[in-house]
């Protein structure tokens, strides 16, 4: 949508070519920012030239004054294999001594002693009792699940092993936290995914670095959350950080894994309700389309201005990275699109998505735009 360029100083329509590409760019720009033609042509046919400039001046990001700003806050390094120890199934087996692990296995390992005893691992303990507890002891004993004991004093000291990699990774994870409070209200990039064993977090660890090693993003000095070096002092308090960062955060990514969780759900939610950009990363072609192009909710309304936000969608970490900067450096291109059945759809170029539609249904359309904004909702 860039074939001309525009000539203030010469005000008329040059061709029918240099008609229509005026008119796709106000379609473009009132489904971008009002999410209905005609309410962003009723907006903007009486702004003058100034205030045109001023106001898609506020829909620019300054991506200069990001690159001035320098390096976020260093954070502390946990070695990837040591990460899944900050999660809070690992919290409630080694942090709190109503789920104390360590005495869950002595527990067990005396139950063994009583059957005749002899070598066990500890995969085989914890298998053969505490099954409402299992997926958590499972995971946060992982290191040592396949190690063998034949004694009391072997189970504490395999044990204490892994709680002490937990307590030095818990805690720089906590102090994490804290520097990535401190610079909240610059946040960049919210990552949100969720994490059900340890080869989870290795593969997101992996991730957030492969996108955010782009030298372009590093030159915006981009500040984001990586949820693999990041905990809380429970899970109360994880739950607002989460609320908090979506809130302040200018993009979001969500990680699309084998299955989904609530949290993760809602972190998307609350992002596409508040009109940030979305980026579905996904791991499978099946997952991609259903995405894409199936579920209904993958696009939601901001709920501020009614606008019908889409989400980006693309199973390559490289298009991640490409879409992070067309977003902060004012790059993005969207082709205009009307389809058989008459809805107007603005697509991605990059990753051919949807990000805002029209509908065709006329009752709905001034339903919607009649009701949206009137004074404390539908009544």
Known sequence: M?????????????????????????????????????????ALRRLNQAELDQLFKQH??????????GPPLSLNVIPKDDRY??????CKCYGSEEGNLQQALLDAFAGHEAQGGGKVTIKKLIEGTYRDRQTEFLFSAEDVLEEQVSSRDEVRRKMARVATTFTQARQKALQNTENYLSQVSDLD????????????????????ETIFGDS???????????????????????????CLMVKCCKALIYIAGEKDSY???????????????????????????????VHPLSRLIEFETGVAVGAYVTDKPADVSELLYRIFSNKREFELEKTPLGYLRLRETSTNSIIRLQTNDVLLRETFWNHYHRPHGCR
């Not at 995914?193 to 992996?206: I, Q, V, Y």
């Not at 000095?221 to 990586?226: G, K, S």
């Open 2 to 42: 860039s074939e001309f360029q525009l000539d203030f100083a010469n005000d008329t329509i040059k061709s029918l070519d240099y008609l229509a590409w005026g008119l796709k760019r106000v379609f473009a720009d009132a489904l971008l920012w009002w999410g209905d033609i005609r309410t962003g042509y009723l």
């Open 263 to 293: 949290g993760k759900c809602a972190e998307g939610a609350m992002a596409l309700s508040l009109g940030k950009p979305v980026i579905f990363l996904c791991d499978r072609e099946d997952r991609l389309r259903f995405y894409k192009d």
């Open 85 to 90: 120890l900050i999660s809070e199934m690992a």
């Open 216 to 242: 372009r993003l590093q030159e915006m000095h981009l500040r984001y959350f990586d949820p693999t070096l990041s905990a809380a002092q429970g899970h109360e308090d994880k739950g607002l950080i989460e």
């Open 60 to 69: 620019r990001w300054d991506h200069e004054r990001m690159e001035r700003r």
């Open 189 to 208: 990039v919210y990552v949100a995914t969720s994490m059900r064993n340890r080869n989870d977090f290795r593969r997101m660890a992996e991730l957030t």
